[in-house]
Protein backbone atom coordinates (compact mmCIF):
# COMPACT_ATOMS: atom_id res chain seq x y z
CA UNK A 1 0.00 0.00 0.00
CA UNK A 2 1.54 3.77 -0.75
CA UNK A 3 0.81 6.62 0.82
CA UNK A 4 0.92 10.69 0.06
CA UNK A 5 0.68 13.40 2.80
CA UNK A 6 -0.45 16.76 1.87
CA UNK A 7 0.41 19.68 3.85
CA UNK A 8 -0.76 23.30 4.60
CA UNK A 9 -0.25 25.54 7.07
CA UNK A 10 3.25 25.72 9.11
CA UNK A 11 6.87 24.32 9.24
CA UNK A 12 5.26 22.51 12.24
CA UNK A 13 2.96 20.65 10.08
CA UNK A 14 5.71 19.74 7.01
CA UNK A 15 7.66 18.85 10.20
CA UNK A 16 4.89 16.79 11.79
CA UNK A 17 4.13 15.38 8.19
CA UNK A 18 7.36 14.22 7.78
CA UNK A 19 7.29 12.12 10.98
CA UNK A 20 3.94 10.62 10.25
CA UNK A 21 5.65 9.52 6.96
CA UNK A 22 8.36 7.73 8.91
CA UNK A 23 5.89 5.97 10.80
CA UNK A 24 4.49 4.90 7.98
CA UNK A 25 7.15 3.55 6.66
CA UNK A 26 8.16 2.14 9.51
CA UNK A 27 4.72 0.39 9.86
CA UNK A 28 5.39 -0.90 6.01
CA UNK A 29 3.47 1.39 3.68
CA UNK A 30 5.88 2.90 0.73
CA UNK A 31 5.82 6.81 0.06
CA UNK A 32 4.04 7.08 -3.49
CA UNK A 33 5.81 9.44 -5.71
CA UNK A 34 2.42 11.61 -6.01
CA UNK A 35 -0.99 11.59 -4.90
CA UNK A 36 -2.76 10.15 -7.85
CA UNK A 37 -1.35 7.23 -7.57
CA UNK A 38 -1.52 6.99 -3.64
CA UNK A 39 -3.40 4.21 -1.98
CA UNK A 40 -3.61 6.31 1.25
CA UNK A 41 -3.88 9.87 1.52
CA UNK A 42 -3.72 12.43 4.24
CA UNK A 43 -4.26 15.74 4.86
CA UNK A 44 -2.29 17.91 7.38
CA UNK A 45 -4.34 20.54 8.02
CA UNK A 46 -4.20 24.44 9.10
CA UNK A 47 -6.76 26.22 11.38
CA UNK A 48 -5.11 29.52 11.62
CA UNK A 49 -6.97 31.46 9.43
CA UNK A 50 -10.67 30.85 7.34
CA UNK A 51 -8.88 30.56 4.41
CA UNK A 52 -6.28 27.85 5.21
CA UNK A 53 -9.72 25.73 6.56
CA UNK A 54 -11.49 26.12 2.96
CA UNK A 55 -8.62 24.91 1.35
CA UNK A 56 -7.99 21.71 3.54
CA UNK A 57 -11.71 21.19 3.30
CA UNK A 58 -12.02 21.29 -0.90
CA UNK A 59 -9.35 18.90 -0.86
CA UNK A 60 -10.56 16.58 1.21
CA UNK A 61 -13.81 16.98 -0.58
CA UNK A 62 -12.37 16.20 -3.90
CA UNK A 63 -9.99 13.15 -2.44
CA UNK A 64 -13.46 11.73 -1.28
CA UNK A 65 -14.83 12.26 -5.25
CA UNK A 66 -12.39 9.83 -6.08
CA UNK A 67 -13.05 7.12 -4.27
CA UNK A 68 -15.97 6.62 -6.47
CA UNK A 69 -13.48 5.75 -9.40
CA UNK A 70 -10.99 3.83 -6.41
CA UNK A 71 -13.51 2.33 -3.56
CA UNK A 72 -10.36 1.12 -1.94
CA UNK A 73 -8.79 4.42 -1.62
CA UNK A 74 -8.00 5.55 2.25
CA UNK A 75 -8.55 9.36 2.85
CA UNK A 76 -7.68 10.63 6.18
CA UNK A 77 -7.22 14.17 7.79
CA UNK A 78 -4.29 15.53 10.65
CA UNK A 79 -3.07 18.58 12.34
CA UNK A 80 -5.14 21.69 13.41
CA UNK A 81 -8.37 21.80 11.70
CA UNK A 82 -8.69 18.11 12.49
CA UNK A 83 -8.17 18.87 15.90
CA UNK A 84 -10.47 21.61 15.49
CA UNK A 85 -13.85 20.37 13.42
CA UNK A 86 -13.35 16.18 15.46
CA UNK A 87 -16.50 14.61 14.31
CA UNK A 88 -18.14 17.27 12.68
CA UNK A 89 -15.80 16.64 10.20
CA UNK A 90 -17.81 12.97 9.15
CA UNK A 91 -21.47 15.29 8.43
CA UNK A 92 -19.61 17.74 6.31
CA UNK A 93 -17.74 15.04 4.14
CA UNK A 94 -19.22 11.44 4.82
CA UNK A 95 -16.66 9.48 2.73
CA UNK A 96 -13.99 10.55 5.14
CA UNK A 97 -12.20 7.32 6.44
CA UNK A 98 -10.74 9.36 9.26
CA UNK A 99 -9.54 11.93 11.55
CA UNK A 100 -6.86 12.41 14.21
CA UNK A 101 -6.07 14.83 16.52
CA UNK A 102 -3.06 16.59 16.56
CA UNK A 103 -1.35 15.18 19.64
CA UNK A 104 -2.60 11.53 18.09
CA UNK A 105 -0.75 11.24 14.47
CA UNK A 106 1.38 8.52 16.22
CA UNK A 107 -1.89 6.13 15.66
CA UNK A 108 -1.99 7.04 12.11
CA UNK A 109 -0.61 3.45 11.02
CA UNK A 110 -3.08 1.31 13.41
CA UNK A 111 -6.12 3.47 12.67
CA UNK A 112 -5.72 2.86 8.85
CA UNK A 113 -5.30 -1.22 9.47
CA UNK A 114 -8.41 -0.44 11.11
CA UNK A 115 -9.94 0.76 8.25
CA UNK A 116 -8.60 -2.17 6.20
CA UNK A 117 -10.40 -4.38 8.41
CA UNK A 118 -13.84 -2.35 7.85
CA UNK A 119 -13.80 0.41 10.02
CA UNK A 120 -15.22 3.24 9.00
CA UNK A 121 -14.99 7.75 10.04
CA UNK A 122 -12.83 6.76 12.69
CA UNK A 123 -12.70 9.70 14.78
CA UNK A 124 -9.54 9.46 17.43
CA UNK A 125 -8.84 12.43 19.18
CA UNK A 126 -6.40 12.10 21.60
CA UNK A 127 -5.39 13.99 24.75
CA UNK A 128 -4.02 17.73 23.44
CA UNK A 129 -1.80 17.28 26.82
CA UNK A 130 -0.28 14.16 25.53
CA UNK A 131 3.62 14.62 24.71
CA UNK A 132 4.33 11.32 23.56
CA UNK A 133 4.13 12.73 19.75
CA UNK A 134 6.50 11.06 16.90
CA UNK A 135 9.79 12.36 15.78
CA UNK A 136 11.45 10.30 13.20
CA UNK A 137 13.07 11.23 9.91
CA UNK A 138 12.75 10.42 6.35
CA UNK A 139 16.10 10.34 4.64
CA UNK A 140 16.38 13.82 3.19
CA UNK A 141 18.68 16.69 1.97
CA UNK A 142 21.06 18.79 3.63
CA UNK A 143 18.61 20.64 5.83
CA UNK A 144 16.53 19.45 8.49
CA UNK A 145 13.79 20.26 11.18
CA UNK A 146 13.64 19.60 14.60
CA UNK A 147 10.67 20.19 16.57
CA UNK A 148 11.91 21.44 20.48
CA UNK A 149 8.63 22.99 21.60
CA UNK A 150 5.01 21.27 21.10
CA UNK A 151 2.03 23.58 21.22
CA UNK A 152 1.88 27.41 22.75
CA UNK A 153 0.18 28.92 26.31
CA UNK A 154 0.54 32.31 24.81
CA UNK A 155 -2.78 33.25 24.02
CA UNK A 156 -2.52 35.92 22.13
CA UNK A 157 -6.15 37.24 21.50
CA UNK A 158 -7.06 36.42 17.61
CA UNK A 159 -5.10 32.83 17.79
CA UNK A 160 -6.28 29.62 17.26
CA UNK A 161 -2.96 27.64 17.72
CA UNK A 162 -3.20 27.05 21.41
CA UNK A 163 -7.06 25.48 21.29
CA UNK A 164 -5.62 23.66 18.24
CA UNK A 165 -2.00 22.60 19.46
CA UNK A 166 -2.12 22.39 22.93
CA UNK A 167 -0.57 23.23 25.97
CA UNK A 168 3.21 23.91 25.84
CA UNK A 169 5.87 21.22 26.34
CA UNK A 170 9.87 21.46 25.84
CA UNK A 171 11.71 18.55 24.87
CA UNK A 172 14.18 17.14 26.94
CA UNK A 173 17.79 18.47 25.57
CA UNK A 174 19.18 15.28 25.81
CA UNK A 175 16.06 14.03 23.52
CA UNK A 176 17.17 16.74 20.93
CA UNK A 177 20.99 16.67 21.28
CA UNK A 178 20.50 12.86 20.03
CA UNK A 179 18.44 13.61 17.28
CA UNK A 180 20.41 16.21 15.64
CA UNK A 181 23.42 14.20 16.05
CA UNK A 182 21.91 11.06 14.19
CA UNK A 183 20.44 13.59 11.70
CA UNK A 184 24.01 15.10 10.95
CA UNK A 185 25.18 11.45 10.91
CA UNK A 186 22.95 10.98 7.88
CA UNK A 187 24.21 14.03 5.65
CA UNK A 188 22.08 16.86 7.85
CA UNK A 189 24.19 19.85 7.67
CA UNK A 190 21.71 22.86 8.82
CA UNK A 191 19.02 22.15 11.33
CA UNK A 192 15.99 24.14 12.39
CA UNK A 193 14.83 24.34 15.29
CA UNK A 194 10.45 24.84 15.76
CA UNK A 195 8.27 25.78 18.37
CA UNK A 196 5.37 27.95 18.16
CA UNK A 197 7.55 30.60 20.84
CA UNK A 198 10.38 28.99 20.81
CA UNK A 199 12.48 31.20 23.52
CA UNK A 200 10.56 29.88 25.43
CA UNK A 201 12.23 26.80 25.29
CA UNK A 202 12.46 24.91 28.68
CA UNK A 203 11.07 28.18 30.61
CA UNK A 204 7.73 26.36 31.87
CA UNK A 205 9.20 24.58 34.54
CA UNK A 206 10.65 21.14 33.09
CA UNK A 207 14.19 20.79 33.73
CA UNK A 208 15.10 19.77 30.06
CA UNK A 209 18.65 19.62 31.25
CA UNK A 210 18.55 17.55 34.41
CA UNK A 211 21.82 16.12 35.40
CA UNK A 212 23.57 17.25 32.25
CA UNK A 213 26.99 19.25 32.77
CA UNK A 214 26.98 23.13 33.33
CA UNK A 215 27.31 25.21 30.35
CA UNK A 216 30.93 25.71 29.33
CA UNK A 217 30.24 29.26 27.82
CA UNK A 218 28.10 30.04 30.95
CA UNK A 219 24.73 30.31 30.05
CA UNK A 220 21.99 29.78 32.31
CA UNK A 221 18.76 30.05 29.66
CA UNK A 222 17.69 27.12 28.42
CA UNK A 223 17.51 28.03 25.14
CA UNK A 224 20.86 29.66 24.49
CA UNK A 225 22.31 26.39 26.22
CA UNK A 226 20.56 24.14 23.71
CA UNK A 227 22.47 26.00 20.94
CA UNK A 228 25.44 25.83 22.26
CA UNK A 229 25.21 22.37 22.78
CA UNK A 230 23.77 21.87 19.14
CA UNK A 231 27.04 23.73 18.31
CA UNK A 232 29.70 21.79 19.61
CA UNK A 233 27.62 18.29 17.44
CA UNK A 234 30.50 18.10 14.81
CA UNK A 235 29.60 18.40 11.20
CA UNK A 236 26.86 20.34 11.58
CA UNK A 237 26.97 23.61 10.36
CA UNK A 238 24.20 25.88 10.70
CA UNK A 239 21.19 26.14 12.88
CA UNK A 240 18.21 27.96 12.56
CA UNK A 241 15.31 28.21 14.84
CA UNK A 242 11.58 29.70 14.55
CA UNK A 243 9.77 31.58 15.74
CA UNK A 244 10.91 34.19 18.14
CA UNK A 245 9.41 36.69 20.67
CA UNK A 246 10.60 40.07 21.97
CA UNK A 247 10.93 38.56 25.90
CA UNK A 248 13.33 35.93 24.62
CA UNK A 249 15.67 38.32 23.13
CA UNK A 250 17.78 38.34 25.89
CA UNK A 251 21.33 39.46 26.52
CA UNK A 252 22.09 35.38 26.20
CA UNK A 253 20.04 35.01 23.25
CA UNK A 254 22.02 37.88 21.50
CA UNK A 255 25.47 36.31 22.78
CA UNK A 256 24.50 33.00 21.59
CA UNK A 257 23.88 35.04 18.54
CA UNK A 258 27.39 36.83 18.20
CA UNK A 259 29.25 33.94 19.86
CA UNK A 260 28.13 31.09 17.89
CA UNK A 261 29.62 30.79 14.53
CA UNK A 262 26.55 27.96 13.43
CA UNK A 263 23.89 29.93 14.63
CA UNK A 264 22.13 31.84 11.81
CA UNK A 265 22.47 35.20 11.11
CA UNK A 266 18.31 35.31 11.11
CA UNK A 267 15.55 35.45 13.01
CA UNK A 268 11.43 35.72 12.47
CA UNK A 269 10.31 37.91 15.09
CA UNK A 270 6.63 38.58 14.16
CA UNK A 271 5.30 41.86 15.61
CA UNK A 272 1.89 41.69 14.58
CA UNK A 273 1.06 45.41 14.84
CA UNK A 274 2.68 48.88 15.49
CA UNK A 275 0.13 50.46 17.26
CA UNK A 276 0.25 49.81 21.54
CA UNK A 277 -3.04 49.93 21.57
CA UNK A 278 -3.87 46.88 19.60
CA UNK A 279 -0.74 45.20 20.61
CA UNK A 280 -2.41 45.32 24.00
CA UNK A 281 -6.14 44.26 22.81
CA UNK A 282 -3.74 40.99 20.83
CA UNK A 283 -2.54 40.39 24.21
CA UNK A 284 0.88 40.26 22.62
CA UNK A 285 2.78 41.71 25.91
CA UNK A 286 5.30 43.86 24.84
CA UNK A 287 4.86 47.51 23.02
CA UNK A 288 6.33 48.62 20.07
CA UNK A 289 8.99 50.43 22.16
CA UNK A 290 9.86 47.27 23.82
CA UNK A 291 10.15 45.44 20.48
CA UNK A 292 12.27 47.90 18.88
CA UNK A 293 14.60 47.36 22.15
CA UNK A 294 15.00 43.65 21.73
CA UNK A 295 16.16 44.54 17.76
CA UNK A 296 18.40 46.68 19.21
CA UNK A 297 19.66 44.01 21.94
CA UNK A 298 20.70 42.02 18.97
CA UNK A 299 21.71 44.19 16.36
CA UNK A 300 24.08 45.74 18.84
CA UNK A 301 25.36 42.01 18.85
CA UNK A 302 25.04 41.13 16.02
CA UNK A 303 24.88 43.95 13.27
CA UNK A 304 23.98 42.14 9.91
CA UNK A 305 21.66 39.67 11.69
CA UNK A 306 18.52 39.71 9.43
CA UNK A 307 14.73 40.03 10.97
CA UNK A 308 11.76 38.48 9.34
CA UNK A 309 8.38 39.60 10.38
CA UNK A 310 4.34 38.96 10.46
CA UNK A 311 1.92 41.65 10.73
CA UNK A 312 -2.00 41.06 11.09
CA UNK A 313 -3.64 43.90 8.82
CA UNK A 314 -7.17 44.80 10.15
CA UNK A 315 -7.52 43.69 13.55
CA UNK A 316 -11.26 44.66 15.08
CA UNK A 317 -10.81 48.39 15.99
CA UNK A 318 -7.81 48.89 13.95
CA UNK A 319 -8.39 52.73 12.79
CA UNK A 320 -5.97 54.44 10.28
CA UNK A 321 -3.95 55.88 13.38
CA UNK A 322 -3.55 52.43 14.12
CA UNK A 323 -2.35 51.10 10.48
CA UNK A 324 -0.36 54.22 9.94
CA UNK A 325 2.05 53.11 13.18
CA UNK A 326 2.57 49.86 11.82
CA UNK A 327 4.03 51.07 9.03
CA UNK A 328 6.31 53.61 11.45
CA UNK A 329 7.21 50.41 13.20
CA UNK A 330 8.16 48.78 9.90
CA UNK A 331 10.34 51.73 8.60
CA UNK A 332 11.87 51.55 12.43
CA UNK A 333 12.50 47.99 12.26
CA UNK A 334 13.74 48.03 9.18
CA UNK A 335 12.51 44.11 8.11
CA UNK A 336 14.05 42.30 5.82
CA UNK A 337 11.09 40.31 5.11
CA UNK A 338 7.20 40.42 6.08
CA UNK A 339 4.59 38.21 6.27
CA UNK A 340 0.93 40.23 5.96
CA UNK A 341 -1.95 38.32 7.06
CA UNK A 342 -5.70 39.74 6.46
CA UNK A 343 -7.42 39.42 9.66
CA UNK A 344 -9.43 36.31 9.99
CA UNK A 345 -11.41 35.66 13.35
CA UNK A 346 -11.24 32.38 14.84
CA UNK A 347 -14.18 30.65 16.59
CA UNK A 348 -13.76 30.61 20.15
CA UNK A 349 -10.73 33.07 20.62
CA UNK A 350 -11.57 36.19 22.25
CA UNK A 351 -11.13 38.18 19.44
CA UNK A 352 -13.93 36.39 17.51
CA UNK A 353 -16.34 38.18 19.96
CA UNK A 354 -15.81 41.79 18.85
CA UNK A 355 -16.92 42.92 15.36
CA UNK A 356 -14.68 42.35 12.62
CA UNK A 357 -15.54 45.86 11.72
CA UNK A 358 -12.72 46.83 8.91
CA UNK A 359 -14.40 45.85 5.69
CA UNK A 360 -12.60 43.24 3.40
CA UNK A 361 -11.53 46.26 0.82
CA UNK A 362 -10.08 47.76 3.70
CA UNK A 363 -8.07 44.75 4.59
CA UNK A 364 -6.95 44.25 1.04
CA UNK A 365 -6.01 47.60 0.54
CA UNK A 366 -3.97 47.89 4.06
CA UNK A 367 -2.50 44.64 3.23
CA UNK A 368 -1.44 46.22 -0.74
CA UNK A 369 0.40 48.93 1.30
CA UNK A 370 2.33 46.96 3.79
CA UNK A 371 3.57 44.64 1.05
CA UNK A 372 4.82 47.79 -1.24
CA UNK A 373 6.30 49.42 2.23
CA UNK A 374 8.26 45.73 2.71
CA UNK A 375 9.58 45.67 -0.91
CA UNK A 376 10.85 49.04 -0.65
CA UNK A 377 12.82 48.23 2.32
CA UNK A 378 13.82 44.63 1.35
CA UNK A 379 15.25 46.35 -2.04
CA UNK A 380 17.48 48.87 0.49
CA UNK A 381 18.44 45.53 2.70
CA UNK A 382 19.26 43.83 -0.13
CA UNK A 383 20.97 46.51 -1.70
CA UNK A 384 23.36 46.78 1.11
CA UNK A 385 25.00 43.01 0.67
CA UNK A 386 26.12 44.52 -3.22
CA UNK A 387 29.83 44.55 -3.12
CA UNK A 388 29.80 42.33 -0.64
CA UNK A 389 31.44 38.46 -0.03
CA UNK A 390 28.97 36.34 1.70
CA UNK A 391 29.08 32.51 2.69
CA UNK A 392 26.12 30.80 0.71
CA UNK A 393 25.18 26.68 1.52
CA UNK A 394 24.68 25.26 -2.10
CA UNK A 395 21.26 23.78 -2.25
CA UNK A 396 21.23 22.70 -6.21
CA UNK A 397 20.41 23.93 -9.72
CA UNK A 398 17.91 27.12 -9.21
CA UNK A 399 14.30 26.61 -9.70
CA UNK A 400 14.25 29.55 -12.61
CA UNK A 401 17.83 29.09 -14.41
CA UNK A 402 18.85 25.75 -14.19
CA UNK A 403 22.24 26.27 -14.92
CA UNK A 404 22.83 28.24 -12.06
CA UNK A 405 22.57 27.08 -8.74
CA UNK A 406 20.97 28.57 -5.70
CA UNK A 407 21.29 28.18 -2.16
CA UNK A 408 21.32 30.61 1.53
CA UNK A 409 23.18 33.16 3.33
CA UNK A 410 23.41 32.79 6.66
CA UNK A 411 20.71 35.65 6.72
CA UNK A 412 18.12 33.32 5.18
CA UNK A 413 18.39 35.74 1.57
CA UNK A 414 18.19 32.97 -1.15
CA UNK A 415 21.50 33.67 -3.70
CA UNK A 416 21.68 32.69 -7.37
CA UNK A 417 25.74 31.62 -8.84
CA UNK A 418 27.20 30.01 -10.88
CA UNK A 419 28.48 26.80 -9.76
CA UNK A 420 31.99 26.22 -8.90
CA UNK A 421 33.46 22.99 -10.66
CA UNK A 422 32.87 19.62 -8.65
CA UNK A 423 30.30 21.58 -5.68
CA UNK A 424 27.71 19.67 -4.22
CA UNK A 425 24.96 20.30 -1.93
CA UNK A 426 25.71 20.94 1.36
CA UNK A 427 28.99 22.85 0.28
CA UNK A 428 29.44 26.26 1.98
CA UNK A 429 30.66 28.60 -1.28
CA UNK A 430 31.90 32.01 -0.71
CA UNK A 431 29.99 34.50 -3.85
CA UNK A 432 30.70 38.25 -4.08
CA UNK A 433 27.19 39.75 -4.48
CA UNK A 434 27.02 41.95 -7.34
CA UNK A 435 22.90 42.43 -7.70
CA UNK A 436 20.23 42.15 -5.41
CA UNK A 437 16.05 42.28 -5.80
CA UNK A 438 13.77 42.54 -2.57
CA UNK A 439 14.50 38.72 -1.80
CA UNK A 440 17.38 37.52 -4.07
CA UNK A 441 20.48 37.99 -4.22
CA UNK A 442 22.71 37.48 -7.52
CA UNK A 443 26.58 36.53 -6.97
CA UNK A 444 30.00 35.87 -8.92
CA UNK A 445 33.15 34.10 -8.60
CA UNK A 446 31.66 31.34 -6.23
CA UNK A 447 34.25 29.21 -4.87
CA UNK A 448 33.80 26.26 -2.53
CA UNK A 449 35.01 26.78 0.93
CA UNK A 450 33.68 23.82 2.66
CA UNK A 451 32.79 20.02 1.79
CA UNK A 452 30.01 18.35 2.73
CA UNK A 453 31.90 15.36 1.44
CA UNK A 454 34.73 15.80 3.94
CA UNK A 455 32.86 16.65 6.85
CA UNK A 456 31.13 13.07 6.70
CA UNK A 457 34.57 11.33 6.29
CA UNK A 458 35.80 13.03 9.54
CA UNK A 459 32.94 11.51 11.83
CA UNK A 460 33.97 8.03 10.29
N1 LIG B 1 3.67 31.28 16.90
C1 LIG B 1 3.93 32.23 15.94
C2 LIG B 1 2.83 32.48 14.97
C3 LIG B 1 2.07 31.29 14.44
S1 LIG B 1 0.71 31.68 13.41
C4 LIG B 1 4.24 33.51 16.68
O1 LIG B 1 3.47 33.93 17.51
O2 LIG B 1 5.24 34.06 16.42
C5 LIG B 1 1.51 32.54 12.08
C6 LIG B 1 1.01 33.91 11.85
O3 LIG B 1 -0.34 33.88 11.44
C7 LIG B 1 1.00 34.82 13.06
O4 LIG B 1 2.25 35.38 13.32
C8 LIG B 1 -0.02 35.85 12.69
O5 LIG B 1 0.58 36.92 11.99
C9 LIG B 1 -0.95 35.10 11.75
N2 LIG B 1 -2.25 34.85 12.37
C10 LIG B 1 -2.51 34.12 13.48
N3 LIG B 1 -3.82 34.14 13.75
C11 LIG B 1 -4.42 34.90 12.79
C12 LIG B 1 -5.75 35.31 12.53
N4 LIG B 1 -6.75 34.95 13.33
N5 LIG B 1 -5.99 36.09 11.44
C13 LIG B 1 -4.97 36.47 10.64
N6 LIG B 1 -3.70 36.11 10.84
C14 LIG B 1 -3.42 35.34 11.90
FE1 LIG C 1 -0.60 32.11 18.45
FE2 LIG C 1 0.49 33.94 20.01
FE3 LIG C 1 1.05 31.35 20.42
FE4 LIG C 1 2.00 32.61 18.27
S1 LIG C 1 2.51 33.07 20.41
S2 LIG C 1 1.02 30.58 18.31
S3 LIG C 1 0.36 34.03 17.75
S4 LIG C 1 -0.97 32.34 20.68
FE1 LIG D 1 0.69 25.87 12.06
FE2 LIG D 1 -1.66 26.47 11.08
FE3 LIG D 1 -1.53 24.81 13.06
S1 LIG D 1 0.00 27.85 11.34
S2 LIG D 1 0.26 25.41 14.19
S3 LIG D 1 -0.67 24.51 11.01
S4 LIG D 1 -3.04 26.38 12.82
Redesign the pocket.
Known sequence: MTFFIHTYG?QMNVRDSEAVAAELVRAGYARAPDEDSADLVVVNTCS??EKAEDKALGKLGLLCKSKRERPSRVVGVMGCMAQRMAESLFRRIPQLDFAVGSRAARHIPSIVGEIAAGATQVWFPGELSDFDVPHGHLPSGIAAFVTVLLG?N?R?S????PDVRGPEHSRPAAEVIAEAKALVASGVREITLLG??VLRYGRQGEDVWAGAAPSPMGFTEPFPRLLEALAAIPGLRRIRFT?G?PSGCTAELARAFRDLPQACRHLHL?V?SGSDRILREMRRGYTSGEYLAALERLRGAVPDISITT???VGYPGETEDDFEATRRLMRAARFDNSFI??????PGTPSAALVDDVTPEEKDRRNKVLLADQDELGLGNGGEWVGRETEVMAEGPSLRNKSRWSGRTSQNKIAVFDPPEGVRPGDLVRVRIVRANPQTLFGEDAAITGRAAAIGKEQK
Open positions: CVRCRCYCIVQSSHPQDIIFKYSPR
